[in-house]
């Protein structure tokens, strides 16, 4: 856990009702013993709940000029799966929920096929709020937007990721690529081994794609059974 992570702990527990906190040492002077012990007294579940309320009314780009509702993600804090995608629709910026309208609808799907329910693993995308017209996010937006996702990996500390899509991958893989090509092999994120496949957005405007796309789930499958 960071030094970051230990203030906004801090800060839950004042928010939580805890007003007074004693403590001899600045945050940084915590040794790895005491920020185990830190991070060991609250839930992934709760900081997670905590940072989604503060993150809420971010104006760091101007995606939050125009959205509705900041849409932070979805699912297990305790997920061995996570999946990302590119950012939220119109459903999403409606409802504040991730992958709800049709991609959404279709992943349920995908993750069914592969014995998954959705309440397993956790989705979140690489910006929190709707780019206008669904275009892709620019990349002032996507630097905004990564200090957050990062947290989430941290905190949630899944043992798999599936990409969804080339924004994702290309953004947090730092590789650039056809989707053939990134679906190639498997990768590295902060240590974590990741899976690049289609969006299922791509997958409905593209059905000859679904076909890859479960080869891709089936691969994914098997390491998911194997932890």
């Given at each position: ?9 801090l800060e839950y527990l004042k928010l939580s009702g805890i007003q007074d906190i004693f ?205």
């Amino acid at each position: 856990m960071n030094e970051k992570i230990i203030k906004q702990y801090l800060e839950y527990l004042k928010l939580s009702g805890i007003q007074d906190i004693f403590c001899s040492k600045t945050v940084a002077s915590f040794s790895k013993q005491e920020q185990s012990q830190i991070k060991q007294q609250v839930e992934p579940e709760d900081m997670l709940k905590f940072l989604e309320q503060k993150y809420s009314s971010c104006q760091k780009c101007v995606l939050g000029n125009s959205r509705n509702k900041f849409c932070y993600g979805n699912g297990s804090a305790t997920a061995k799966l996570m999946l990302i995608g590119e950012g939220p629709g119109a459903d999403e910026d409606r409802t504040g929920k991730v992958f709800v309208g049709r991609a959404g609808q279709l992943l349920t799907k995908m993750l069914k096929a592969i014995n998954l329910e959705r309440d397993e693993v956790y989705i979140a995308n690489i910006v929190k709020c709707r780019p206008p017209g669904n275009r892709n996010p620019l990349p002032e937006e996507k630097r905004a937007c990564l200090p957050y996702l990062e947290e989430q990996v941290e905190i949630i500390k899944p043992q798999l990721i599936l990409l969804l899509g080339k924004v994702a991958a290309t953004t947090l893989l730092g590789i650039d690529g056809t989707m053939a090509v990134l679906r190639s092999e498997t990768h590295e994120y902060k240590g974590i081994k990741t899976y690049v496949s289609y969006h299922p957005s791509a997958l409905l405007r593209n059905p000859n794609w679904k076909k890859p796309a479960w080869i891709d789930l089936q691969k994914l499958q098997k390491d998911y059974e194997a932890l």
